[in-house]
């Protein structure tokens, strides 16, 4: 079994990987950087009383529910692959509708999807309850909010994900999937060890990602200790790429939107993962999301933060990024 490189060969490895990124574009405009194989650690054991001094606006209780973080175990990912460079686009999800007839499972069920209330008492109303659905009204094309051809797509599914990575499987004869737990992590981490790609730091996401700053908090006024001291100018979704990327070269990977992976969530799977390119419990109720939205408190977008969602999920904070094999 190979030891891991010490963490300065990592990081010189890491940094040319970034300079000399190989990147490639597919038949909707959607940009892939090749990632290497390699090792790495997954998860966080870090110490509630540690969270509780970076995250002192957060009440106690928030640290002691992370069990699913834990324990920190190796994962070797045996094959390098392409992962998307930015999360899917409205425009990119667009032309996948125009081209293939598919219907988004929003407006094919017709229930519809979540949307932001503009007409809400910021004073007096609750945060979840700014947003209400499900709601005919509300899609992929219309969360509530305004987004352009180059904002994240959001109010997807899990199965709208895997609707969009079959059409281009088979329309461009390469095989397109959402990305494994580990395969995000990975990708996020990109060889740092630090609660985020950036960093320690809360604050570090303020030049690396669109969550919830001061833009945001002039919306919902109550959770303003929660907010970063800062402003990024984005109180809803931004247009991707809009930060800095990680040392791999791949933007947002933290915030904008919440992206699907493949896993079904496994409150336990850790302690049993496999060494070798875990692909999450066999079999589960709720899918896996990763990495924050716009929306989202600095805690709860840390590297090793998991959340998860019924598969038929669509929201208006939830979105997509794909991976192309080898």
Not at 8 to 17: A, D, H, P, R, Y
Not at 34 to 53: C, H, I, K, N, V
Not at 137 to 163: I, L
């Amino acid at each position: 079994m190979k030891p891991f490189l010490p963490a300065l060969l990592i990081l010189t490895l890491v940094l040319g990987c970034a300079q000399a990124a190989e990147v490639e574009r597919n038949s909707l405009g959607m940009a892939f950087v090749r990632l290497p194989a390699g090792e790495f650690l997954m998860g966080s054991d870090e110490a509630p009383e540690s969270l509780a001094r970076a995250y002192p606006q957060l009440p106690a209780t928030r640290f002691a529910k992370l069990d699913d973080e834990k324990p920190v175990h190796r994962v070797r990912i045996t094959r390098s692959f392409w992962m998307g460079r930015h999360e899917v686009t409205v425009g990119q999800f667009k032309r996948f509708v125009e081209a293939s007839g598919y219907v988004p499972e929003s407006l094919a069920d017709g229930t519809g999807g979540y949307g932001w209330r503009s007409d809400y008492d910021p004073a007096t109303t609750k945060r979840g309850d700014a947003f209400e659905g499900r709601d005919p009204r509300y899609s992929w094309r219309n969360p509530g909010f305004a987004q352009g051809d180059e904002h994240p797509v959001v109010n997807v599914t899990w199965h709208d994900a895997q609707a969009l990575a079959a059409w281009l499987s088979k329309t461009e004869g390469r095989r397109y999937r959402l990305p494994t737990e580990a395969e995000w992590e990975y990708a996020c981490r990109a060889g740092s060890r630090s609660r985020y790609s950036s960093g320690d730091e809360p604050q570090s996401l303020l030049r690396a990602a669109n969550v919830f700053d001061a833009s945001s908090a002039g919306y919902w006024p109550r959770w303003q200790p929660m907010a970063l001291d800062g402003d990024d100018g984005y109180a809803f979704t931004a247009p991707v790429g809009s930060f800095a990327p990680n040392a791999w070269g791949l933007y947002d990977m933290h915030g904008n939107a919440w992206e699907w992976v493949a896993d079904w969530h496994g409150e336990e799977y850790y302690a049993r993962s496999p060494l070798d390119d875990p692909q999450g419990p066999a079999e589960g109720e709720v899918r896996v999301r990763r990495g924050g939205s716009w929306h989202t408190w600095a805690f709860y977008a840390r590297s090793a933060y998991r959340n998860w969602n019924a598969p038929d999920t669509r929201y208006t904070l939830v979105g997509i990024r794909l991976v192309r094999e080898d």
